[in-house]
Protein backbone atom coordinates (compact mmCIF):
# COMPACT_ATOMS: atom_id res chain seq x y z
CA UNK A 1 0.00 0.00 0.00
CA UNK A 2 1.16 3.34 -1.20
CA UNK A 3 2.25 5.85 1.87
CA UNK A 4 0.53 9.12 1.85
CA UNK A 5 2.29 12.55 1.22
CA UNK A 6 2.53 14.94 4.02
CA UNK A 7 1.67 18.57 3.40
CA UNK A 8 2.51 20.23 6.81
CA UNK A 9 1.42 24.17 6.64
CA UNK A 10 2.63 26.35 10.00
CA UNK A 11 1.38 29.70 10.38
CA UNK A 12 2.65 32.52 12.34
CA UNK A 13 0.83 34.22 15.28
CA UNK A 14 -2.75 32.99 13.59
CA UNK A 15 -4.82 32.71 16.71
CA UNK A 16 -8.01 29.64 16.66
CA UNK A 17 -10.62 31.99 15.55
CA UNK A 18 -9.65 33.39 12.42
CA UNK A 19 -11.17 31.05 9.83
CA UNK A 20 -14.81 32.15 8.63
CA UNK A 21 -15.94 28.67 8.25
CA UNK A 22 -15.66 28.27 11.54
CA UNK A 23 -17.46 31.24 13.33
CA UNK A 24 -15.50 34.70 12.29
CA UNK A 25 -17.95 36.38 9.76
CA UNK A 26 -15.27 38.89 9.57
CA UNK A 27 -12.39 37.01 8.01
CA UNK A 28 -12.69 36.51 4.32
CA UNK A 29 -11.05 32.79 3.96
CA UNK A 30 -12.36 31.01 0.83
CA UNK A 31 -9.72 28.24 0.81
CA UNK A 32 -9.17 27.90 4.40
CA UNK A 33 -13.26 26.95 4.32
CA UNK A 34 -12.90 24.67 1.35
CA UNK A 35 -9.75 22.92 3.67
CA UNK A 36 -11.80 22.55 6.72
CA UNK A 37 -14.80 21.37 4.41
CA UNK A 38 -12.22 18.54 3.09
CA UNK A 39 -11.39 17.69 6.23
CA UNK A 40 -11.68 17.34 10.31
CA UNK A 41 -10.91 20.51 12.17
CA UNK A 42 -10.01 20.52 15.69
CA UNK A 43 -11.61 23.55 17.74
CA UNK A 44 -9.07 23.01 20.74
CA UNK A 45 -5.55 22.71 19.38
CA UNK A 46 -3.22 24.13 21.96
CA UNK A 47 0.28 25.08 22.90
CA UNK A 48 1.45 25.02 26.39
CA UNK A 49 2.51 28.13 26.42
CA UNK A 50 6.18 29.24 26.01
CA UNK A 51 9.38 29.88 27.76
CA UNK A 52 10.32 32.93 25.84
CA UNK A 53 8.83 35.98 24.82
CA UNK A 54 9.25 34.70 20.99
CA UNK A 55 6.84 31.90 21.69
CA UNK A 56 7.34 30.71 18.10
CA UNK A 57 10.55 29.30 19.37
CA UNK A 58 9.51 26.88 21.82
CA UNK A 59 6.48 26.43 19.79
CA UNK A 60 7.77 25.03 16.92
CA UNK A 61 10.54 23.31 18.30
CA UNK A 62 8.11 21.15 20.52
CA UNK A 63 6.35 20.70 17.49
CA UNK A 64 9.12 19.48 15.16
CA UNK A 65 10.42 17.06 18.04
CA UNK A 66 7.45 16.37 20.50
CA UNK A 67 8.76 17.13 23.55
CA UNK A 68 7.62 18.47 26.28
CA UNK A 69 8.21 22.70 27.06
CA UNK A 70 10.65 22.09 30.03
CA UNK A 71 12.82 19.58 28.08
CA UNK A 72 13.57 21.44 25.48
CA UNK A 73 17.34 22.60 24.72
CA UNK A 74 16.59 26.09 26.48
CA UNK A 75 14.28 27.72 24.66
CA UNK A 76 14.37 25.54 21.54
CA UNK A 77 16.90 27.69 20.00
CA UNK A 78 17.99 24.18 19.09
CA UNK A 79 16.87 20.80 19.05
CA UNK A 80 19.28 18.45 20.44
CA UNK A 81 20.75 14.99 18.16
CA UNK A 82 19.17 12.84 20.37
CA UNK A 83 15.49 14.39 19.95
CA UNK A 84 14.36 12.81 16.52
CA UNK A 85 12.60 15.46 14.19
CA UNK A 86 9.61 15.11 12.74
CA UNK A 87 11.18 15.40 9.35
CA UNK A 88 13.71 13.28 10.38
CA UNK A 89 11.76 10.48 11.45
CA UNK A 90 9.44 10.74 7.88
CA UNK A 91 13.32 10.96 6.15
CA UNK A 92 14.21 7.51 7.78
CA UNK A 93 11.38 5.71 7.05
CA UNK A 94 12.03 6.70 2.97
CA UNK A 95 10.12 9.90 2.17
CA UNK A 96 11.55 13.01 0.64
CA UNK A 97 11.40 15.57 3.18
CA UNK A 98 11.53 19.08 2.03
CA UNK A 99 11.62 22.21 4.24
CA UNK A 100 10.47 25.22 3.42
CA UNK A 101 10.33 28.85 4.87
CA UNK A 102 10.79 29.82 8.25
CA UNK A 103 13.08 27.65 10.59
CA UNK A 104 13.72 28.63 14.18
CA UNK A 105 15.44 25.94 15.86
CA UNK A 106 18.70 25.28 14.69
CA UNK A 107 20.77 24.50 11.24
CA UNK A 108 22.30 20.94 12.46
CA UNK A 109 18.46 20.07 13.22
CA UNK A 110 17.00 21.38 9.74
CA UNK A 111 19.90 19.58 8.12
CA UNK A 112 18.89 16.07 9.09
CA UNK A 113 15.37 16.73 9.31
CA UNK A 114 15.18 17.46 5.60
CA UNK A 115 16.56 15.72 2.25
CA UNK A 116 15.64 18.56 0.31
CA UNK A 117 14.16 22.36 0.86
CA UNK A 118 14.39 25.82 -0.54
CA UNK A 119 13.91 29.83 0.62
CA UNK A 120 14.73 28.55 4.23
CA UNK A 121 14.69 31.24 6.39
CA UNK A 122 16.95 30.82 9.60
CA UNK A 123 15.34 33.08 12.14
CA UNK A 124 11.97 34.64 13.76
CA UNK A 125 10.70 37.41 12.44
CA UNK A 126 11.74 39.85 9.21
CA UNK A 127 10.60 42.41 6.79
CA UNK A 128 7.98 40.30 4.73
CA UNK A 129 8.95 41.21 1.50
CA UNK A 130 12.89 41.10 1.50
CA UNK A 131 13.71 37.90 3.48
CA UNK A 132 17.15 36.83 3.56
CA UNK A 133 16.88 33.36 2.49
CA UNK A 134 18.98 30.00 1.55
CA UNK A 135 18.79 27.13 -0.94
CA UNK A 136 19.26 23.82 -0.11
CA UNK A 137 22.50 22.45 0.74
CA UNK A 138 22.96 18.63 1.16
CA UNK A 139 26.24 19.29 2.73
CA UNK A 140 24.75 20.65 5.80
CA UNK A 141 27.01 23.81 5.45
CA UNK A 142 25.11 27.03 5.94
CA UNK A 143 28.10 29.91 6.05
CA UNK A 144 27.43 32.75 4.32
CA UNK A 145 26.64 35.11 6.36
CA UNK A 146 25.37 38.65 5.31
CA UNK A 147 24.82 42.38 7.35
CA UNK A 148 21.59 44.04 7.65
CA UNK A 149 20.53 46.50 9.83
CA UNK A 150 16.92 46.00 10.37
CA UNK A 151 16.10 49.18 12.45
CA UNK A 152 18.43 51.49 10.96
CA UNK A 153 16.06 54.71 11.95
CA UNK A 154 16.77 53.35 15.36
CA UNK A 155 20.30 51.98 16.04
CA UNK A 156 23.05 52.25 13.59
CA UNK A 157 24.88 48.65 14.74
CA UNK A 158 24.39 45.67 11.62
CA UNK A 159 23.38 42.42 12.35
CA UNK A 160 24.42 39.10 10.85
CA UNK A 161 22.25 36.44 9.37
CA UNK A 162 22.69 33.35 7.53
CA UNK A 163 21.46 34.02 3.84
CA UNK A 164 23.00 33.78 0.40
CA UNK A 165 20.23 36.43 -0.95
CA UNK A 166 17.26 38.39 -0.72
CA UNK A 167 14.28 39.24 -2.83
CA UNK A 168 13.84 41.86 -2.70
CA UNK A 169 10.29 43.16 -3.39
CA UNK A 170 8.80 39.31 -2.95
CA UNK A 171 6.27 39.17 0.14
CA UNK A 172 7.48 35.89 2.15
CA UNK A 173 4.03 34.38 1.70
CA UNK A 174 4.46 34.13 -2.18
CA UNK A 175 8.23 33.28 -1.87
CA UNK A 176 7.38 30.17 0.20
CA UNK A 177 4.47 28.99 -1.51
CA UNK A 178 6.01 29.85 -5.27
CA UNK A 179 9.03 27.19 -4.01
CA UNK A 180 6.22 24.64 -2.39
CA UNK A 181 4.03 24.13 -5.92
CA UNK A 182 7.85 24.21 -7.85
CA UNK A 183 8.13 20.45 -5.66
CA UNK A 184 4.55 19.44 -5.43
CA UNK A 185 4.83 20.31 -9.83
CA UNK A 186 8.36 17.49 -9.88
CA UNK A 187 8.00 14.04 -10.56
CA UNK A 188 8.87 12.05 -7.89
CA UNK A 189 8.61 7.86 -6.85
CA UNK A 190 8.96 8.40 -3.13
CA UNK A 191 6.17 10.16 -0.68
CA UNK A 192 6.88 13.14 0.46
CA UNK A 193 6.68 14.89 3.49
CA UNK A 194 6.83 19.08 3.28
CA UNK A 195 7.05 21.62 6.39
CA UNK A 196 5.94 24.59 4.97
CA UNK A 197 6.00 27.43 7.55
CA UNK A 198 5.06 30.50 6.97
CA UNK A 199 6.17 34.45 8.76
CA UNK A 200 2.49 35.58 8.09
CA UNK A 201 1.12 36.91 9.36
CA UNK A 202 3.43 37.86 12.21
CA UNK A 203 4.19 41.45 12.29
CA UNK A 204 5.22 43.56 10.58
CA UNK A 205 1.38 43.54 9.33
CA UNK A 206 1.87 44.09 5.56
CA UNK A 207 0.53 42.15 2.71
CA UNK A 208 -0.30 43.04 -1.57
CA UNK A 209 -2.58 45.87 -1.26
CA UNK A 210 -5.39 44.39 -2.71
CA UNK A 211 -6.17 42.03 0.20
CA UNK A 212 -5.86 45.48 2.64
CA UNK A 213 -8.35 46.79 0.79
CA UNK A 214 -11.36 43.53 1.24
CA UNK A 215 -10.99 45.31 4.90
CA UNK A 216 -13.01 48.51 6.20
CA UNK A 217 -11.66 48.54 9.63
CA UNK A 218 -15.09 50.41 10.88
CA UNK A 219 -17.23 47.35 10.16
CA UNK A 220 -14.76 45.12 12.29
CA UNK A 221 -16.30 43.57 15.08
CA UNK A 222 -13.86 44.11 18.56
CA UNK A 223 -13.40 40.84 20.74
CA UNK A 224 -15.42 40.68 23.45
CA UNK A 225 -12.99 40.92 25.77
CA UNK A 226 -11.16 43.93 24.51
CA UNK A 227 -10.54 46.54 26.84
CA UNK A 228 -8.08 49.74 26.61
CA UNK A 229 -5.24 48.13 29.27
CA UNK A 230 -5.16 45.08 30.71
CA UNK A 231 -6.29 44.87 34.07
CA UNK A 232 -3.21 44.46 36.32
CA UNK A 233 0.38 43.90 35.37
CA UNK A 234 1.95 40.61 35.59
CA UNK A 235 5.29 40.76 34.93
CA UNK A 236 5.87 41.43 31.18
CA UNK A 237 8.14 44.27 31.05
CA UNK A 238 7.16 46.96 28.88
CA UNK A 239 10.63 48.23 28.48
CA UNK A 240 12.28 44.85 27.61
CA UNK A 241 12.05 43.16 24.18
CA UNK A 242 9.70 40.54 25.81
CA UNK A 243 7.49 43.05 25.40
CA UNK A 244 7.78 44.28 21.98
CA UNK A 245 4.07 43.28 20.78
CA UNK A 246 2.28 44.92 23.37
CA UNK A 247 4.79 48.11 22.33
CA UNK A 248 2.76 47.95 18.19
CA UNK A 249 0.00 49.82 19.73
CA UNK A 250 -0.36 52.71 22.03
CA UNK A 251 -1.38 53.02 25.58
CA UNK A 252 -3.99 52.80 26.53
CA UNK A 253 -5.51 50.91 23.37
CA UNK A 254 -8.23 52.69 21.46
CA UNK A 255 -11.41 50.57 19.76
CA UNK A 256 -10.43 52.59 16.28
CA UNK A 257 -6.55 51.52 16.53
CA UNK A 258 -7.12 47.68 17.50
CA UNK A 259 -9.67 47.46 14.52
CA UNK A 260 -6.84 48.93 12.63
CA UNK A 261 -4.55 46.45 13.86
CA UNK A 262 -7.64 43.47 13.37
CA UNK A 263 -7.96 44.71 9.56
CA UNK A 264 -4.01 44.15 9.07
CA UNK A 265 -4.32 41.01 10.87
CA UNK A 266 -7.15 39.54 8.62
CA UNK A 267 -5.63 41.18 5.74
CA UNK A 268 -1.92 38.95 6.16
CA UNK A 269 -4.33 35.93 6.76
CA UNK A 270 -6.42 36.28 3.52
CA UNK A 271 -3.30 36.78 1.81
CA UNK A 272 -1.86 33.16 3.18
CA UNK A 273 -5.64 31.84 2.20
CA UNK A 274 -5.38 32.77 -1.49
CA UNK A 275 -1.76 30.77 -1.45
CA UNK A 276 -3.13 28.06 0.44
CA UNK A 277 -5.66 27.88 -2.81
CA UNK A 278 -2.97 27.46 -4.95
CA UNK A 279 -0.96 24.66 -2.67
CA UNK A 280 -4.58 22.75 -3.19
CA UNK A 281 -4.73 23.57 -6.69
CA UNK A 282 -1.35 22.19 -7.61
CA UNK A 283 -2.01 18.98 -5.76
CA UNK A 284 -5.35 18.45 -7.66
CA UNK A 285 -3.70 19.29 -10.56
CA UNK A 286 -1.04 16.83 -9.98
CA UNK A 287 -2.89 13.52 -9.17
CA UNK A 288 -1.62 14.28 -5.48
CA UNK A 289 -4.50 15.69 -3.68
CA UNK A 290 -6.26 12.18 -2.91
CA UNK A 291 -3.13 10.88 -1.43
CA UNK A 292 -1.89 13.60 0.39
CA UNK A 293 -2.71 14.57 4.53
CA UNK A 294 -2.90 18.44 5.22
CA UNK A 295 -2.25 19.69 8.16
CA UNK A 296 -2.69 23.23 8.44
CA UNK A 297 -2.22 25.24 11.87
CA UNK A 298 -0.65 28.20 13.70
CA UNK A 299 2.38 28.25 16.06
CA UNK A 300 0.95 30.27 18.80
CA UNK A 301 -1.85 32.77 19.20
CA UNK A 302 -2.25 36.71 19.13
CA UNK A 303 -4.30 38.93 21.60
CA UNK A 304 -4.97 41.91 18.77
CA UNK A 305 -6.80 43.97 21.54
CA UNK A 306 -8.11 40.69 23.90
CA UNK A 307 -7.44 41.51 27.19
CA UNK A 308 -6.02 44.79 26.64
CA UNK A 309 -3.10 43.17 24.94
CA UNK A 310 -1.83 42.68 21.38
CA UNK A 311 0.96 39.92 21.72
CA UNK A 312 1.26 36.24 23.03
CA UNK A 313 2.99 36.06 26.10
CA UNK A 314 0.03 35.14 28.25
CA UNK A 315 -1.80 32.05 28.91
CA UNK A 316 -5.65 33.42 27.92
CA UNK A 317 -7.43 31.26 24.87
CA UNK A 318 -6.36 33.69 22.58
CA UNK A 319 -3.08 33.11 23.05
CA UNK A 320 -2.85 28.95 23.53
CA UNK A 321 -5.04 28.10 21.02
CA UNK A 322 -4.85 27.52 17.32
CA UNK A 323 -6.59 26.79 14.00
CA UNK A 324 -5.69 23.01 13.60
CA UNK A 325 -7.12 21.06 10.18
CA UNK A 326 -6.16 17.51 8.79
CA UNK A 327 -7.56 16.71 5.55
CA UNK A 328 -6.43 13.39 3.15
CA UNK A 329 -7.19 9.97 2.94
CA UNK A 330 -9.21 8.29 5.77
CA UNK A 331 -10.01 11.40 7.18
CA UNK A 332 -13.56 12.39 7.66
CA UNK A 333 -14.98 15.74 6.16
CA UNK A 334 -16.55 18.77 7.24
CA UNK A 335 -16.40 17.43 10.95
CA UNK A 336 -15.32 18.84 13.87
CA UNK A 337 -13.78 17.78 16.94
CA UNK A 338 -13.41 19.25 20.50
CA UNK A 339 -11.17 16.73 21.88
CA UNK A 340 -8.14 18.95 23.58
CA UNK A 341 -4.41 18.14 22.19
CA UNK A 342 -1.03 20.32 21.75
CA UNK A 343 0.73 20.94 18.71
CA UNK A 344 3.77 18.52 19.95
CA UNK A 345 1.15 15.60 19.61
CA UNK A 346 0.81 16.19 15.85
CA UNK A 347 4.70 14.32 15.16
CA UNK A 348 3.10 11.07 17.06
CA UNK A 349 0.10 11.50 15.73
CA UNK A 350 1.07 11.82 11.84
CA UNK A 351 2.99 8.46 12.44
CA UNK A 352 0.26 6.87 13.75
CA UNK A 353 -1.94 8.28 10.19
CA UNK A 354 1.04 7.54 7.87
CA UNK A 355 2.02 3.79 9.58
CA UNK A 356 5.37 4.91 11.33
CA UNK A 357 6.75 3.98 14.13
CA UNK A 358 7.59 6.25 16.98
CA UNK A 359 10.61 7.41 17.73
CA UNK A 360 11.20 7.00 21.51
CA UNK A 361 12.52 10.40 22.11
CA UNK A 362 9.06 11.52 21.33
CA UNK A 363 7.18 12.48 24.52
CA UNK A 364 3.37 13.96 22.44
CA UNK A 365 0.76 11.33 22.15
CA UNK A 366 -0.72 9.86 18.87
CA UNK A 367 -4.15 11.41 18.58
CA UNK A 368 -4.67 9.48 15.21
CA UNK A 369 -7.84 7.53 16.37
CA UNK A 370 -9.17 10.90 17.91
CA UNK A 371 -8.67 12.40 13.96
CA UNK A 372 -10.09 9.16 12.05
CA UNK A 373 -12.79 8.32 14.64
CA UNK A 374 -13.55 10.76 17.37
CA UNK A 375 -11.62 9.49 20.36
CA UNK A 376 -11.27 11.56 23.05
CA UNK A 377 -8.07 14.30 23.26
CA UNK A 378 -6.26 14.92 26.78
CA UNK A 379 -8.28 15.22 29.83
CA UNK A 380 -6.41 18.33 31.67
CA UNK A 381 -3.74 20.56 29.77
CA UNK A 382 -1.06 22.20 31.60
CA UNK A 383 0.29 25.63 30.78
CA UNK A 384 3.07 27.69 31.67
CA UNK A 385 4.94 30.96 30.25
CA UNK A 386 8.43 31.70 31.28
CA UNK A 387 9.16 31.95 34.99
CA UNK A 388 5.64 34.12 35.04
CA UNK A 389 2.64 32.53 34.94
CA UNK A 390 1.54 28.78 35.17
CA UNK A 391 -2.17 27.26 34.85
CA UNK A 392 -4.24 24.20 33.92
CA UNK A 393 -7.43 23.54 31.76
CA UNK A 394 -9.68 21.10 31.62
CA UNK A 395 -12.90 20.53 29.74
CA UNK A 396 -14.64 23.58 31.67
CA UNK A 397 -12.62 25.59 33.96
CA UNK A 398 -9.18 27.57 33.31
CA UNK A 399 -7.06 27.96 36.96
CA UNK A 400 -3.93 30.55 36.11
CA UNK A 401 -1.52 31.61 38.61
CA UNK A 402 0.83 34.36 38.05
CA UNK A 403 3.86 34.83 40.30
CA UNK A 404 4.32 38.58 40.33
CA UNK A 405 0.74 39.30 41.34
CA UNK A 406 -1.03 36.15 43.05
CA UNK A 407 -3.77 38.16 44.41
CA UNK A 408 -4.64 38.34 41.02
CA UNK A 409 -5.03 34.92 40.19
CA UNK A 410 -8.12 33.99 37.92
CA UNK A 411 -10.07 30.86 38.00
CA UNK A 412 -12.59 31.09 34.73
CA UNK A 413 -15.61 29.22 33.19
CA UNK A 414 -15.12 28.80 29.91
CA UNK A 415 -18.18 26.73 28.90
CA UNK A 416 -20.05 29.98 30.33
CA UNK A 417 -17.78 32.70 29.35
CA UNK A 418 -15.38 31.68 26.86
CA UNK A 419 -14.00 34.80 26.44
CA UNK A 420 -12.40 34.87 30.07
CA UNK A 421 -13.87 38.37 31.00
CA UNK A 422 -15.23 37.28 34.37
CA UNK A 423 -12.45 36.13 37.11
CA UNK A 424 -14.33 33.03 40.25
CA UNK A 425 -10.91 32.55 41.96
CA UNK A 426 -12.16 34.74 45.09
CA UNK A 427 -15.84 33.60 44.49
CA UNK A 428 -16.59 30.81 47.25
CA UNK A 429 -19.34 29.05 45.19
CA UNK A 430 -16.20 27.85 42.52
CA UNK A 431 -13.74 27.08 45.74
CA UNK A 432 -13.87 23.05 45.03
CA UNK A 433 -13.68 23.64 41.59
CA UNK A 434 -10.18 25.94 42.50
CA UNK A 435 -9.16 23.21 44.92
CA UNK A 436 -9.31 20.71 42.52
CA UNK A 437 -7.58 22.50 39.14
CA UNK A 438 -5.06 23.17 42.19
CA UNK A 439 -4.82 19.66 42.98
CA UNK A 440 -4.71 18.66 38.93
CA UNK A 441 -1.85 21.67 38.60
CA UNK A 442 0.31 20.07 40.96
CA UNK A 443 0.35 16.84 39.33
CA UNK A 444 0.90 18.01 36.08
CA UNK A 445 3.39 19.98 37.60
CA UNK A 446 5.56 16.59 38.05
CA UNK A 447 4.62 14.92 35.17
CA UNK A 448 5.90 18.03 32.98
CA UNK A 449 8.90 18.39 35.25
CA UNK A 450 8.60 21.59 35.96
CA UNK A 451 11.14 21.71 38.68
CA UNK A 452 13.12 24.11 40.34
CA UNK A 453 16.33 22.74 38.57
CA UNK A 454 15.84 25.16 35.58
CA UNK A 455 15.35 28.67 35.95
CA UNK A 456 11.90 28.82 34.42
CA UNK A 457 10.19 26.83 37.05
CA UNK A 458 12.79 28.10 40.06
CA UNK A 459 11.70 31.56 39.64
CA UNK A 460 8.38 30.77 39.45
CA UNK A 461 7.87 28.39 42.51
CA UNK A 462 10.62 29.57 44.79
CA UNK A 463 8.43 30.45 47.36
CA UNK A 464 5.45 30.64 44.94
CA UNK A 465 3.16 27.22 46.48
CA UNK A 466 3.63 28.09 50.04
CA UNK A 467 3.46 31.59 49.56
CA UNK A 468 0.28 32.48 47.83
CA UNK A 469 0.44 30.95 43.76
CA UNK A 470 -1.62 27.51 45.19
CA UNK A 471 -3.93 27.52 48.22
Known amino acids: ?5 VLFILTDDQRFNTIH ?11 LDRLVNMGTTFTQAHIPGGTSGAVCMPSRAMINSSKLLFHLNGAGESIPKDDCTMGQCFRENGYRTIGIGKWHN ?13 EIFFGGMWDHWNVP ?3 YHADGVYDHIIRVTPNFTACNHPMKTVAERVTAGVHSTELFTDAAVRFLQEKHEEPFFMYLAMLAPHDP ?10 YDPEKLTLPENFCAEHPFFYGVDLKTNEARDENLAAHPRSEQEVRNHLADYYAMISHIDDHVGRLLDTLEETGQLENTIIVFTGDNGLAVGCHGLMGKQSLYEHSVRVPLIFAGPGIPQNCRRDARLYLLDLFPTLCGLCGLPVPESVEGCDFSASVTQGEDGREVLYLAYTDL ?13 YRMCPENNQLFDLQEDPAETVNHYHDPAFSEHRARLEQLLQEQRAIWEDRTDNGYSYRFWEGGADSGHVG
Not at 106 to 118: A, L, N, P, T, V
Not at 393 to 401: G, P, T
Open 21 to 31: ALGNPDIITPN
Open 389 to 401: IRGVKDDRYKLVL
Open 205 to 214: RTMPEKYREM
Open 106 to 118: GIESYQRSFSDGD
Open 133 to 135: VNS
Open 1 to 5: MKKPN
